[in-house]
């Protein structure tokens, strides 16, 4: 009987709240959407010196804000052993005025005041405000230098902004991703490899499936193999996430449909970011644009390789992890002023094969970041988002950290294993979830027939 009274409020629901039916993008429905912070950010206030730094935990992410001038200081406690990484990435706030030589700056530094290492982003040349990531990290292990002891290290966030910049001075939004990477079981190579496959890919060709990217990290719609078609608006950036394994080569192009529009041309219209595990700038594409298609494809990529961190050039030496890799396409402002509001149809091409990789003396925080497992790759191809549910707006499998993400050796093993305590923990969360929707259900159905039944009464006593 509670199972019929919970199906009949669904379907009652469903009636009174229609859900869309097609997946499209925010571009298609209106104003593009904001940044989308993670539900689980912690706000955080950046300090203006160390000593009231506020402590960040690694495998948590945070939000906080970034003034027009001055630094933000946040402090980070590390032992000799793991490999820290911290991303800022800032959201100019609605109505901000940006110039291409407009950024940010994340840098890491120790007790001492050393910097360990520096990142940074800038707005570039379409000229429109978009989220932007900088990254920076203290690492240890062979070829690191300085900052491996344990101690207070400090994670330093401003902004990067010329003379002449006609940027508005408001505050910017932050989230910042920390993550901790374990030692390896076993010590691995201390030169990067020397040769890898730089010919152009193949284009990857076949029929495309819709897939709504989202609207930030936490959002990033899945991709796998294939062909993938997306709207876009003028302003907007919309976020992917490719799972990228140990030796795989990642292809990646973008293109825009042509628009009825034609008048003029932008310089630089569309741009793809890509972004590593940690949210780690990899590299840029961009196009301009005419009215007629435009397209714009990503350099030929080194394998991923955990000795690529010894290179030079920070493209090979963000390719260091196996794990999510996630796309960032933004349209720029001014193809609103001479093409219209559009939305604008996008269509990416992803391909890559994986190979095997080194394994981890221990877990990562938050756990299973470098690493793809099987159901990640089942996530990309159905398409199920970074906040639980599918691309196409429908609910998606409940995801733990060991089925989402999963680090080679200890980790990944741990995560193929039916029946571990993390499993355990899932179902009994699923389990009351359900209890809870249904008692939810059945109670909205009962409030929904007395007022049915009042309506009707007032319908008869008339």
């Known amino acids: 009987?509670?199972?019929?009274?919970?199906?009949?409020?669904?379907?009652?629901?469903?009636?009174?709240?229609?859900?869309?039916?097609?997946?499209?993008?925010?571009a298609t429905e209106g104003t593009p959407a904001p940044y989308a912070f993670a539900d689980d950010d912690t706000r955080v206030e950046g300090a203006t010196v160390t000593t009231d730094a506020v402590r960040l935990d690694s495998g948590h992410t945070y939000r906080s804000t970034l003034p027009a001038a001055g630094k933000r200081y946040y402090r980070?406690?590390?032992?000799?052993?793991?490999?820290?990484?911290?991303?800022?990435?800032?959201?100019?706030?609605?109505?901000?005025?940006?110039?291409?030589?407009?950024?940010?700056?994340?840098?890491?530094?120790?007790?001492?005041?050393?910097?360990?290492?520096?990142?940074?982003?800038?707005?570039?040349?379409?000229?429109?405000?978009?989220?932007?990531?900088?990254?920076?990290?203290?690492?240890?292990?062979?070829?690191?230098?300085?900052?491996?002891?344990?101690?207070?290290?400090?994670?330093?966030?401003?902004?990067?902004?010329?003379?002449?910049?006609?940027s508005t001075p408001g505050d910017w939004d932050l989230e910042l991703d920390y993550v901790s990477e374990p030692a390896l079981g076993q010590a691995g190579a201390t030169t990067p490899p020397g040769t890898w496959n730089s010919a152009t890919p193949e284009a990857v060709l076949g029929d495309a499936t819709r897939r709504a990217g989202g609207a930030g990290f936490a959002t990033a719609s899945a991709l796998g193999q294939g062909v993938w078609q997306d709207a876009i608006r003028p302003g907007q950036t919309l976020f992917y996430k490719v799972p990228v394994d140990w030796g795989q080569q990642l292809s990646a192009t973008v293109e825009m449909s042509s628009s009825p529009n034609a008048d003029g041309f932008v310089g630089t219209a569309l741009a793809m970011s890509l972004y590593n595990p940690v949210r780690a700038h990899v590299d840029d594409a961009d196009a301009g644009y005419n009215g007629a298609q435009t397209s714009t494809a990503l350099e030929p990529l080194p394998p991923v390789d955990h000795a690529n961190r010894r290179a030079v050039g920070d493209r090979t030496s963000a390719m260091r992890f196996a794990g999510w890799?996630?796309?960032?396409?933004?349209?720029?402002?001014?193809?609103?002023?001479?093409?219209?509001?559009?939305?604008?149809?996008?269509?990416?091409?992803?391909?890559?094969?994986?190979?095997?990789?080194?394994?981890?003396?221990?877990?990562?925080?938050?756990?299973?970041?470098?690493?793809?497992?099987?159901?990640?790759?089942?996530?990309?191809?159905?398409?199920?988002?970074?906040?639980?549910?599918?691309?196409?707006?429908?609910?998606?499998?409940?995801?733990?950290?060991?089925?989402?993400?999963?680090?080679?050796?200890?980790?990944?093993?741990?995560?193929?294993?039916?029946?571990?305590?993390?499993?355990?923990?899932?179902?009994?969360?699923?389990?009351?979830?359900?209890?809870?929707?249904?008692?939810?259900?059945?109670?909205?159905?009962?409030?929904?027939t007395a007022v049915a039944r009042r309506r009707a009464h007032g319908r008869w006593a008339g």
């Not at 009274?5 to 379907?11: F, R």
């Not at 793991?82 to 706030?93: D, E, F, G, L």
């Not at 193809?335 to 219209?340: E, I, L």
């Not at 998606?396 to 993390?422: K, N, V």
Request: net charge negative; with cysteine.
């Open 1 to 26: 009987m509670a199972l019929t009274l919970c199906a009949t409020a669904a379907l009652a629901m469903t009636a009174a709240y229609p859900t869309r039916a097609d997946p499209v993008s925010a």
């Open 76 to 166: 980070l406690e590390l032992d000799s052993a793991a490999n820290a990484y911290v991303s800022a990435t800032a959201v100019p706030r609605a109505g901000a005025r940006v110039s291409s030589s407009d950024g940010l700056r994340v840098s890491v530094q120790d007790a001492g005041g050393t910097t360990c290492s520096t990142g940074t982003a800038y707005f570039g040349p379409t000229r429109s405000p978009h989220p932007i990531a900088a990254w920076a990290s203290r690492e240890t292990g062979a070829g690191a230098h300085g900052c491996k002891g344990a101690g207070a290290y400090y994670v330093v966030v401003e902004r990067r902004v010329p003379g002449a910049s006609a």
């Open 325 to 448: 890799y996630y796309l960032a396409v933004h349209l720029g402002a001014p193809v609103a002023d001479r093409f219209g509001d559009g939305p604008f149809g996008l269509t990416l091409r992803v391909s890559g094969t994986p190979a095997s990789g080194p394994a981890y003396a221990g877990r990562s925080a938050p756990g299973g970041v470098f690493g793809i497992t099987a159901a990640d790759r089942e996530e990309a191809a159905a398409g199920t988002s970074g906040d639980g549910g599918a691309a196409d707006g429908s609910p998606g499998a409940p995801r733990t950290d060991a089925t989402a993400r999963g680090d080679s050796g200890a980790e990944s093993d741990e995560a193929d294993r039916g029946g571990t305590d993390q499993d355990a923990r899932t179902m009994r969360l699923v389990a009351a979830g359900g209890i809870g929707t249904g008692s939810v259900l059945v109670l909205w159905l009962a409030l929904w």
